[in-house]
């Protein structure tokens, strides 16, 4: 039923495009998984990749009850931090990479903790907070990347091209950056980290009953600016992933305007908040927007059909009964 | 300086910002009280200004405009319903959904319908009438103020204080407040609460439909992929700083349209463009910070473990 | 109004929560329904009200057949309910709350005040009530929170008054106004139903008395044909309570020591906290719930603050520091909120088995859980409690009250903390596991444990503790030892008008010079 009234919202939408469904269908699978030497599906692993870094950094702060929907401008701090320090700071090599990495996860990492002590000192909801602080990483970065710090000859807000010894290297005989690599990193270590760990479990009592961690003993106060920090950090992470291996420089609204941050939100409710399932959720929703840009190339259809099938897939799995907000108290204000 | 500050066009513009932010936080207001969560403001302005666009340009008049507008806004409404009321769906989820849903379908529509990307504009594209208002209109700044604005800013000063009434004289404002407040208990005295939310969400597409109308037929004649531009988010703050008092709330949002006239202004001054965009956010989280230590102090001695 | 129960059965899930009840309720009378938590009372109450309309059989109301789609049915044939949990919206006033729901209709759906302000006031002087009808509810008593519940359903011209476990809460006067103003209703030709507990309340008021037990209705005689010892033993059913008799053991050292704990946020103006629990000794607080008890409980756990005074255990001051760190000095809870503060539902029994302990690292290598190690520890306790569950990887939210119960209870005496804090320890839980409970407890104390027992429950205080005191408007009185004290005496503290209890005060500090 739900798959029937997909299939026919589709149709119509393609009819509204005057596309060919054929012609659209093969448009977009070659764009998401072909192309010559394969080259499209290298740009769908390296976008999935990015929503996957996403949707994990959401997951865990969802898991502990906490909504972080903040993920976007924890990604542009991130990112900015990254060119930032990769052109100002000299460092070259794999130092420079290491170095801006860092930097950047910490950046990502104490953006979202912002949230968080505004909820435990201020009582700010997590929601709102997270999600305020999107615009003032949006406008800062981007008065910086517009004046101070712009490239000015290449007539664009953005900042000048890194030294190449900082782009992340291609996996040896393809066009793909090792940057997916990172990322599997981080999925084994949350895997682990989610069904192994103490903090893991710590942070999923807190999530599923927030009276109950804290009467058992749990210190709230740590273990929410601990998890928003590594979420944050994941974030971070992956506006440094998409700064070194991909645009090999920051411009203004790159990172926002792919909708990464919700992709990976949008991911993340997909599979119920399920930790292994969220890499098969990532590459789902990166092949979804390859293969929508595929469409809109050769078929004429706009890519922005990727976001509405993003958003009509939540609807009907929400209706079964997705809860981000069951741990903590079920107030509707959220305040 | 002040002078050149604060003139007659500065009166209008705070009355033009903050129309569609009313109408917006009104229905976000009419969803508070009657506990359903929509954070889902954002996409809903956005297919009211949209729909306004297109029902204007096919049918050749701005009242067919707002007719769409308010229709985009109610079938927005409708959608919460079904996955939040009928199916449970967390108000979370959806309103999450229901962003992306108002995002990609304008600007999809955009392309695949007006066959443009970015900006449409026509001139067949009219605007939302304006009214004159005789003797007031010559007041010094406040006339500019009070008129010769779209009637949508009359009607929606005029919803903040039937919807203060409602609230409290009417049985629909009855309901909606023990929807909010005690669903339980109003099923007990035998009204089930689900049709009482499906109202409201109704009553929100609505006033919703006509903050998007306000922005695309009538602060300007166009429309521009991602126009709400987080107008939807800053209604969201402005319920839950006011707890969804609707003459608090118009006090709110005048304030929220005088600080981004403001910072309009400030821009002419040599000040740059981002920090003046960024001010209504500033000021949204000041705003909630103030509320937020208040509400906290009124939790005597608990130690607080919410994290919501 | 003479309405008829016809072999009503509900089920939920697998539990047959009603099991072909029929029941007769006539006019002029207090009816009483009699049993324990978890009997069916109330589920017997959502049906003839319209709640609950997942039920086999029929209602007959004045011999005609009903059957109800929602609440509103059955108001409109002119039954009203007050419920235990008071059904109100806080931020509206009295006469808002009285009328939602039955607004009188001014035009295009505007409210006429004056016509409710009119009836009501005419409802008020037939009745001797006084109540300010434009204070808001939030700022009420809880006595006045329930005469405007039943104001509701006189307003609403009910014929048939039900009312759901009203003395839980009541002050003493309350409670005589309460049943004063039911005399009257039943004069003016009402019918009655009066759900309790509490058989005093019923051999006083009722004229009619009803039990159940298990879901099914065990037997309905009026006042004068039965007997206090007949009901008793008809809700207790055959299995009757093992006495359990706690063992002469002389007192260890101070365990727990409140010194003027001045807690903060306590629901009524008292005095600071002075408090000692030995090892082997319980000692019980009782009262009427809603007089302090609770934040009490949470000042000493480390969920509320307090402005001054001294907590200290096994002679750490914890005063200051956070709930783990109390726990680790020696102090285990038994919630009486289950389901909030004593689990996660929707995490497996082994999860919620082995947080306290993870917060001690006893399951933990490093940063690791030892799963293998959590597993064994969950099944040891479900074997040794006896908690009826289908493994240690179910969901909590999977067993039955009394289950859930008992896997709180293993978890936290599994600590063999020296302090063990008990709320409400037996609350809705079956007659066995109460058992359990209780033995469970009396070998902590023998053990050298030292237990503060906090219960509503009279009889469970008297059983269990050496020593008791009575919690009364957020006052501890000075303890009792529980052979010098009879139950006689403790009602009266607990029950006892502030006034009355000052005057005593009084007394006793003369007696003292």
Known sequence: ?335 | MLADLFDPAFADSVARIAVPILLASLGGAICHRAGVFNIALEGFILMGAFAAVLGTFMLGHVFWGVLSAILAGVFMGLLFAEFHLRRPGDAIVVSIALNLIGLGLTTYLLRAVLGVSGVFQDEALGKIIEINIPLIESLPVLGSFLSGQSILFYISIFLVFILHYIYSRHKLGFWMRAAGENPLALKTVGIKPAPVKLLALVLCGICCGLAGAQLSISNVSLFVENMSAGRGWIAVVIVLVTNGRPIPLLGLVLLFGFVDSLSLRLQGFGFPQQFTEMMPYIASLIALIFVSIRRIKDLVGMRGYDNG | MLAKLHDISVNFGEVRALDNVSLDISPNQIHAIVGENGAGKSTLMSVLFGLNVNYSGQIFIDEINKNWSTPSDAIKAGIGMVHQHFMLIESMTVLENIILGSEPNKYLGFLDFQFAKKKLYDLLRTYNFSINLNQTVGELSVGQRQMVEILKTLYRSAALIILDEPTAVLTPAERADLFNSLQDFKNAGKSIILITHKIDEVMANADHVSVMRSGQLISSLPINSTSRGQISDEIVGASKTKSISRKKIKPGPVKLHLSDLDVLGMPQIGNAFNLEVKANEIVGIAGVAGNGQAELVEAIIGLRSSKSGLIEICGTNVTEVDISTRRDAGLCYIPEDRQKRGLALDAQLSENASISLLASKAFAKGPFLRKTKIKNFTEDLIKKFDVKASSSSALANSLSGGNKQKLIIARELSLESDVIIAENPTWGVDLGAINQIHYELLSMRENGHAILLVSSDLDEILTLSDRVLVMFESELSHSFRTEKVTREELGELMLMKASEKKKRKRQISHEAI
């Open chain 1, 1 to 335: 039923m739900t798959a029937l009234s997909l299939f026919l919202i589709l149709l119509l939408l393609l009819n509204l495009a005057d596309a060919n469904f054929f012609e659209a269908s093969q448009a977009f699978l070659k764009s998401a998984f072909g192309g010559r030497k394969y080259a499209y599906l290298y740009v769908t692993i390296s976008r999935c990749a990015l929503i996957t870094g996403m949707a994990i950094a959401a997951l865990i702060a969802f898991r502990a009850g906490l909504i972080n929907i903040g993920g976007e401008g924890q990604l542009v701090i991130g990112g900015f931090i990254a060119a930032f320090i990769s052109i100002y700071s000299g460092v070259t090599g794999v130092a420079g990479i290491t170095l801006a990495i860092l930097s950047a996860m910490i950046g990502g990492g104490l953006w979202a903790v912002l949230a968080g002590l505004m909820k435990l000192k201020l009582g700010v909801p997590i929601l709102v907070g997270t999600l305020l602080l999107n615009y003032p990483a949006r406008y800062i970065t981007s008065y910086f990347v517009s004046h101070p710090l712009r490239d000015v000859s290449s007539g664009m807000p953005q900042t000048h091209l890194l030294d190449k010894s900082l782009w992340l290297p291609f996996v040896e005989g393809t066009r793909l950056d090792i940057g997916f690599m990172f990322i599997l990193i981080v999925y084994a270590f949350v895997l682990v980290y989610s069904y192994r760990t103490v903090p893991g479990y710590h942070a999923k009592m807190t999530g599923l009953s927030i009276e109950f961690a804290a009467t058992s003993g749990i210190n709230i106060f740590n273990t929410t600016l601990k998890t928003l920090a590594f979420s944050g950090a994941i974030a971070g992470l992956v506006g440094a992933i998409a700064v070194l291996g991909i645009h090999h420089r920051f411009t203004d609204g790159m990172l926002v305007q792919p909708l990464y941050a919700w992709t990976g939100i949008v991911a993340a409710l997909l599979i119920n908040l399920v930790p292994w399932a969220i890499l098969p959720a990532g590459f789902f929703f990166a092949s979804l927007t390859s293969g929508a840009s595929g469409m809109e190339r050769t078929a004429d259809v706009p890519k922005e059909i990727a976001i509405i099938i993003q958003g009509i897939i939540i609807l009907f799995v929400a209706a079964r009964a997705t809860s981000i907000a069951s741990g903590s108290k079920k107030k509707e204000e959220g305040s």
